[in-house]
């Protein structure tokens, strides 16, 4: 058999087309170099039936051009006999606690997503549960979850040393609702006598973007830089510092003049902010703690996320505490055991929200004074994840995915021809 030939539309240049476009399809030729053909092209010709009729599949995110036109583009790609494949990552509506929402809202882009789910040809996503939710809609879907490789260097496990034990949390700037979660734990670690053993590790720190003002007589819209206390991230620092209280004097007034530099005594201070990195090397920001931290909000959009915290912490052998909820269950094995004890086999520690007020403290106590089982959870996760979520396990099942795919394209030309 031939090469199959694949063409990838990416839908950005950011996080979504890293993780579920360009990386995996990079990988998928370098991993089978004799099977398949990947071409990357963020304006493909959609309109060309001679630049289409070069390819046997092609893999777009939640949309291939405009909306409004994928269904005829669908109607030609199957004339032309080219296997197609919509991928998406998160739910289509957001919900009102997402940053984005009143955009998607006034747009109807989760209308216009939904609806191409109801007529891609065939769909893949992240995770099982995403699957369920997406399969009432359209069931030939697949699961092919996010994947790293671990020979990338931010993927290395090369933590920094430090008498403290840190607690991270990595992630983007639509969590707010998720972190409000956490509101009042340093205050009671400070109240235990606690702060000196640990440090709070934040990171992804940004101020870059722009807030849009509305003129309430005319209507019209001005755009200007974010102020720094307007942004996201310091509502996300005030959570981690318990608005600051927990900071000796002078480092608090560091980091509220917002420098981008980092403190000089910042290794003995019980929080230290991170500033963002670029995608290729965000990741390395886990070689910064020693626990990670998952708290996460119940509802759609959340349940259907990808477990991709999970996978992370686990290729740099980190002990991961977690919300009993959604993508973690998938692969998080709770080591806490009812009446309180610790099933060593498990390999991270799961909070259902019933008991975030209380769970969420008595588990990190509970890492804090041993320090051991931190470690013995990283391995235990470390465990879980590899061989599972490597890119070359994935790209063979991408691999196995998309010659059945193309295969089955051809068998209805021939019968069609018939």
Known sequence: MSKIKVLVVPSDRTGVSYYRSTIPHIKLEEYFPKDFHVDIDYEPQLNNDSYLKQYDLIHYHRTLGDYDNLPKLLDRCDELGIATVMDIDDHWSP?????????????????????????????ITTTPVF???????????????????????QYQNNSEKSDRIRIGWLGGSSH??????????????????????????????DLRGTMTMIDQKTGEQKQRPIKPK????????????DDYNILSEDYKKFLLSFENEEYD???????RRVWTKPITSYASNYNLFDISLAPLKESTFNKVKSQLKVIEAGFHKKAIIAQDFGP????????????????????????????????????LKKLILNPKLITKLGENLYNTVNGKYDMKSVCKDRKELYSKLVSEKKVKEVDLVK
């Open 95 to 123: 919900g009102p606690d997402h940053p984005a929402w009143q955009i998607i809202k006034q747009n109807e882009l989760d209308k216009k997503i939904h609806n191409n789910i109801k007529i891609s040809r065939n769909i």
């Open 131 to 153: 699957a369920n939710e997406i399969s009432k809609t359209n069931e030939n879907v697949f699961v092919l979850p996010n994947a790293i490789n671990p020979k990338e260097k």
């Open 176 to 205: 707010i609702k998720d972190l409000e979660i956490l509101k009042g734990l340093m205050s009671k670690l400070k109240s235990d006598g606690l702060l000196d053993k640990i440090q709070f590790v934040l990171c992804g720190f």
């Open 230 to 241: 307007e942004s996201v991230w310091y509502q996300y620092e005030k959570i981690f510092t």
């Open 265 to 271: 005594n910042v290794s003995n201070e019980p929080y």
């Open 328 to 363: 973690y269950q998938i692969d998080v094995k709770n080591a806490y055991e009812k009446g309180g004890n610790i099933n060593e086999e498990g390999n991270g520690l799961l909070i259902p929200t019933s008991k975030n007020h209380k769970f969420w403290y008595s588990h």
